[in-house]
């Protein structure tokens, strides 16, 4: 993987007070699918290098994950301003990743 999950930090509300565009990863760094689905992650990033990506380990009682309703790891929220626009569940495409990225509008 190339940039690990890592505990929550930050709050639900914090989330939603984001600006812009971001990207809200939960998954673990010992998942298999989250493994699968990173270099397809990794990818579709390169384009949008300034694109906030958080990667929130996630787990049984962690509240951030239980906020957004996560249930299978990896799952990508896509935010434009605090609100979710668009989800992925374990993504095995990177077109379907673009397509959640294009739902973002413009990424600065």
Same mark, same amino acid.
């Given at each position: ?6 505990? =929550?930090? =930050?709050?639900? +509300?914090?989330?939603d007070?984001?600006?812009g565009a971001?990207i809200?990863?939960? %998954? ?7 493994? @699968? +689905?990173? /270099?397809?992650?990794?990818?579709a990033? =390169?384009?949008h ?15 951030? %994950? ?7 790891w ?7 301003? %605090? ?7 374990? /993504? ?5 990743i673009? +397509? @959640?990225l +294009? ?6």
């Amino acid at each position: 993987m190339s940039k690990p999950y890592l505990p =929550e930090t =930050e709050s639900r +509300a914090d989330i939603d007070a984001l600006r812009g565009a971001a990207i809200v990863d939960f %998954g673990t760094n010992w998942c298999g699918h989250c493994q @699968a +689905a990173q /270099p397809l992650v990794d990818r579709a990033f =390169e384009a949008h290098p300034g694109l906030p990506h958080l990667k929130v380990e996630d787990g049984s009682g962690r509240p951030l %994950g239980r906020s957004f309703g996560v249930k299978l790891w990896p799952t990508l929220v896509f935010l434009r301003d %605090g609100q979710e626009v668009a989800r992925l569940v374990r /993504p095995t495409d990177s077109a379907s990743i673009d +397509a @959640a990225l +294009a739902k973002l509008g413009p990424v600065a």
